[in-house]
């Protein structure tokens, strides 16, 4: 039996939004945060110390803008391009313990760890402190026989700092303990809806949950439910999900070597990395809806103004095609860009992804031979590219100046430079 037990872990990122602005800025450590929604209309994540405040989530910016004030609370507009890129760092990170990982959502992901060596809450200690090194994001693991059970065992290292972000309900002596302090609808799965009725015959908690009849369950819940049931009798239903579906984003960032303060420079470096997403899209035969731009101050030099900001760009068209590309970049870096400041990180992201084959025509779109020569021309260029190394062939607007094509071509795939002079977090 013991030999084909499996274990799952679930990683998921503390506060994820506010922890990302944090990264970035050290002088916000213990600072309450709040990240508010597209057009700053109402708080869509709070750091730990902001839900101390008794911030509620939704809660209407204008409303709380006293209590904000008063608090000394760090109010930031959503930056999604930022949060895709440190979800990447945060998931290749965790892609180099095991190749056996399920992307779930932008901040959590499921991780087989039975097929490593090594205690399984030993690897969990390593892969929670690797991370936090290397992308200054806190994570919390939890181990369990399936993915249900991960997911509330997740749920008890978030709860309980005593466990210093990591725990593990396989071999763990009390798990009934565990399991009655999990509310009905905080199980994966199970949600408001199924939660209110499983109250109504006084079902309440996880352990109660668990100890339901198979079939009362199918037939209440469908086969969705009992899959439930028996994931938290430690019954394996669902399955690691390693399909790759079209991406939802895809981001293109660097560090600068050196900070940037021209708005010239910083327009060709952002029209290389719309040019690299450009190539990523075409590699998996994808377009784009829209097109969004960051720009970074240095986070380190606090004796220098900060200053980060986002912008996004719809495209007239959904596209993968380079100009269309750099040319919403330098639209979207027009509304953003401020003088003055010491640039020393940019990105590209794109979203609205979408499968170039079998997409729907919009209106007004250029016409069907038009559409094949520009894709014959970037067709062309991906094949010089990949065989010649990469930006042998570019678009005028990406620059010609070999200094900056150099740093490039000497950046490791996985990780940006500075990542490694990273000071250690967490203390
Ligand atoms: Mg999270």
Request: with cysteine.
């Amino acid at each position: 039996m013991s030999s084909t037990l499996t274990i799952f872990a679930l990683m998921d990122c503390n506060n994820f939004y506010a922890s990302c602005e944090r990264a970035f800025n050290p002088g916000l450590r213990k600072r309450p945060i709040v990240v508010l929604s597209n057009n700053d209309g109402c708080v869509i994540a709070r750091s730990h110390e902001a839900k101390a405040l008794g911030i509620p989530m939704g809660a209407p910016a204008f409303k709380f803008q006293p209590l904000f004030k008063e608090r000394g609370v760090a109010v930031f507009s959503s930056n999604f391009a930022l949060y895709g890129d440190m979800s990447r760092r945060v998931m290749d990170t965790a892609a180099r313990f095991t190749p056996d990982m399920e992307i779930y959502s932008i901040d959590e992901a499921f991780l087989r760890l039975d097929r490593m060596h090594g205690r399984p809450l030993d690897l969990a200690r390593k892969i929670r402190s690797t991370i936090l090194q290397w992308t200054g994001i806190p994570v919390s693991i939890g181990i369990g026989p399936t993915k249900t059970l991960a997911k509330v065992a997740n749920r008890e290292a978030k709860k309980n700092p005593e466990h210093g972000g990591t725990f593990s309900l396989v071999d763990y002596p009390d798990q009934d303990r565990i399991l009655a302090g999990i509310e009905i609808e905080d199980i994966w799965g199970i949600g408001r809806q199924y939660g209110k009725k499983l109250r109504d015959f006084g079902i309440g908690n996880a352990l109660q949950f668990s100890r339901l009849d198979k079939d009362w369950v199918r037939k209440r819940m469908t086969v969705n439910g009992m899959h439930t049931l028996l994931e938290l009798q430690g019954v394996l239903c669902i399955p690691l999900d390693q399909t790759v579906a079209t991406p939802k984003s895809i981001v293109c960032s660097r560090t600068f070597a050196k900070a940037v303060t021209d708005k010239d420079k910083l327009a060709e470096l952002i029209s290389g990395y719309a040019a690299r997403t450009g190539e990523r899209l075409r590699g998996q035969g994808c377009v784009a809806g829209q097109l969004q731009v960051f720009v970074l101050t240095d986070r380190f030099r606090l004796d220098k103004p900060q200053y980060s900001n986002a912008a996004t760009v719809s495209l007239a068209i959904p596209s993968s095609h380079t100009p269309d590309l750099i040319r919403a970049a330098r639209t979207a870096l027009e509304q953003i860009f401020k003088p003055g400041f010491e640039y020393r990180k940019a990105g590209v992201m794109v979203f609205g992804i979408e499968k170039e084959q079998g997409r729907r025509l919009r209106l007004f779109e250029p016409p069907t031979q038009e559409r094949a020569r520009y894709k014959a021309v970037m067709e062309a260029m991906d094949r010089i590219n990949a065989r010649w190394g990469a930006m042998t062939m570019r678009v005028a607007a990406e620059g010609a100046e070999k200094r900056w094509v150099m740093r490039q071509a000497h950046l490791s795939p996985r990780y940006t430079t500075d990542w490694k002079e990273l000071p250690r977090a967490g203390h």
